[in-house]
């Protein structure tokens, strides 16, 4: 029988916070981020899209195995304004000179073979092929687009497909909202499992940038089994090496 991790560990920079998974837990934190970003004047268009980005979380949530959520959100001043700027071009909820946000989000599930439907086992090359044929959305009300064609990269010791896409978003009311999306597919378990990491931001300005950053993160994936020593492990050893010596000399 193929055995299953038991853990899945990612490190994440400074700035960066923790997304409860539990329902209320999270409805809160979304209403308190989008009430302190509204009190710092905030443009309405980017609050509102934290709001929207928040909600496909939360179904992301609602409906796959996360285990894993993360956010990072920061308010830029920016810089003084061009003197043709033309002020019918400033937000409702701000002008030219409002705070800019900066915010990027990290949403890491797994994906059973048996839960897909599929004898064939999700080697990275089973994955890459079915990536370069079409390109699945995780919602009813998410497409992508290919910024650059599916690939396989190294994160560590794991074989993984690397997917960068553009990610349109469709609210309720019929908004589209674009964000910078990149994702890395990893096997485990022989094939039976997947581990999805999805990234993404909406400051395609800073793309390079947060893309850069995205596969930092992604190659401190550890993968733990049951079966793996850890540090506990090692411990507990010393420890009964050290016991048999002392017990052998009691002076």
């Given at each position: 029988?193929?055995?299953?991790?038991?853990?899945?560990?990612?490190?994440?920079?400074?700035?960066?916070?923790?997304?409860?998974?539990?329902?209320?837990?999270?409805?809160?934190?979304?209403?308190?981020?989008?009430a302190q970003l509204r009190a710092n004047d905030v443009k309405r268009s980017d609050a509102r899209l934290v709001e929207v980005q928040g909600a496909l979380i939360?179904?992301?949530?609602?409906?796959?195995?996360?285990?894993?959520?993360?956010?990072?959100?920061?308010?830029?001043?920016?810089?003084?304004?061009?003197?043709?700027?033309?002020?019918?071009?400033s937000d409702e909820a701000g002008g030219a000179d409002a705070p800019v946000l900066?915010?990027?989000?990290?949403?890491?599930?797994?994906?059973?073979?048996?839960?897909?439907?599929?004898?064939?086992?999700?080697?990275?090359d089973v994955l890459l092929s079915a990536y370069g044929q079409e390109i699945p959305g995780d919602d009813e009300r998410v497409r992508y687009a290919e910024i650059e064609p599916p690939s396989t990269c190294r994160l560590g010791d794991l074989e993984a497909v690397k997917l960068v896409r553009l990610m349109n978003v469709s609210s309720r009311v019929g908004d589209d909202h674009k964000l910078f999306s990149q994702s890395y597919l990893v096997p485990v378990a022989d094939g039976d499992a997947v581990i999805a990491m999805q990234f993404s931001t909406i400051n395609f300005e800073y793309a390079k940038q947060f893309s850069e950053l995205f596969g930092r993160i992604a190659g401190t994936l550890r993968v733990l089994y049951p079966d793996d020593p850890t540090f506990l492990d090692d411990a507990t050893a010393a420890d009964a090496e050290q016991a048999v010596l002392e017990a052998a000399d009691p002076a």
């Open positions: 029988m193929t055995a299953f991790p038991d853990s899945i560990v990612l490190a994440f920079p400074p700035g960066w916070d923790d997304i409860p998974t539990e329902v209320n837990a999270y409805r809160r934190r979304l209403a308190q981020q989008v939360h179904r992301l949530i609602s409906q796959q195995n996360v285990v894993i959520a993360n956010s990072y959100v920061a308010l830029e001043t920016p810089g003084p304004a061009a003197e043709n700027d033309d002020a019918e071009t900066v915010m990027a989000g990290a949403a890491v599930s797994t994906l059973m073979r048996r839960e897909m439907q599929t004898e064939v086992p999700l080697a990275a």
